[in-house]
C-alpha cells in the first residue's frame, strides 16, 4: 500500500484552512463524480478526494494525518516527488488514522455509488448548513451589540461593549463549530 498524500489530492497545500479544504473538495467531487465524469479513473479519483475531505476536515484526524505525513515525508525527502502515492509503507502506524480512513473509504465509495444530482443535493446542503452556522454567530454578535447599548443606557453609563461582543461571539463560536463537527458531507 502507498502512503496517501491527501493534500495532493485536493490540490492543496499542507497549511490549507478549513474553507480552502472545503472550496477544493466541492470543486473537485462534482468535477469527478463517476455520473458527468467519463474518464477511465473518475470513479477511484472521487473516492480518494471524498476520503482526503473527510480526513482532513476532521480536526483530530487531521492532526494526526499530519504527524504520519511528516515523518514519511521526511523519511523519503531524498525520493519525494510531490505527487500522490509515490512512496511505499504498509499502511498508517496510528490506529485511530487507520480505523478513519478505511470508514473514510466506505463513506466515499458509498457517495460514489449516489447519483450525480442527490450527490450535488448533498453538497448544497452541507453548504447551506456552513451558511445557516455563520449565521448562528453573527446573530450572536448583533444580540450583543443591541444588548450591550440597552445595559449601557439603562444604567446611563458606558457598558463595556467590547467585552460583551468577545464574549458573545466567542460562545456563538464555540455553538457553531460544535455544531458544524457533528456533520460532515
Do not use: C
Not at 487531521?62 to 531524498?78: P, S
Not at 446573530?139 to 444604567?155: A, H, P
Amino acid at each position: 500500500m502507498k502512503f496517501p498524500d491527501y493534500y495532493y489530492v485536493l490540490g492543496i497545500s499542507r497549511e490549507a484552512t478549513p474553507d480552502e479544504i472545503k472550496k477544493a473538495f466541492r470543486k473537485l467531487a462534482l468535477k469527478y463524480h463517476p455520473d458527468i465524469n467519463s474518464s477511465e479513473n473518475a470513479h477511484e479519483t472521487f473516492i480518494e478526494i471524498n476520503e482526503a475531505y473527510l480526513l482532513l476536515s476532521d480536526k483530530e484526524a487531521r492532526k494526526k494525518y499530519n504527524i504520519e505525513y511528516d515523518k514519511y515525508k521526511t523519511k523519503f525527502e531524498t525520493v519525494y516527488e510531490k505527487q500522490y502515492n509515490d512512496f511505499d509503507t504498509t499502511t498508517f502506524e496510528d490506529n485511530d488514522l487507520k480505523y478513519w480512513k478505511n470508514n473514510a473509504r466506505q463513506q466515499a465509495y458509498s457517495y460514489s455509488k449516489m447519483k450525480y444530482k442527490d450527490y450535488a443535493n448533498l453538497i448544497q446542503k452541507l453548504m447551506k448548513e456552513t451558511g445557516f452556522q455563520i449565521g448562528n454567530v453573527v446573530i450572536f454578535m448583533i444580540f450583543g451589540i443591541v444588548f450591550s447599548i440597552g445595559i449601557g443606557f439603562l444604567l446611563r453609563k458606558d457598558y463595556p461593549i467590547g467585552i460583551t461582543l468577545l464574549i458573545i461571539g466567542i460562545i456563538g463560536y464555540v455553538i457553531a463549530i460544535n455544531r458544524w463537527d457533528g456533520h460532515k458531507i
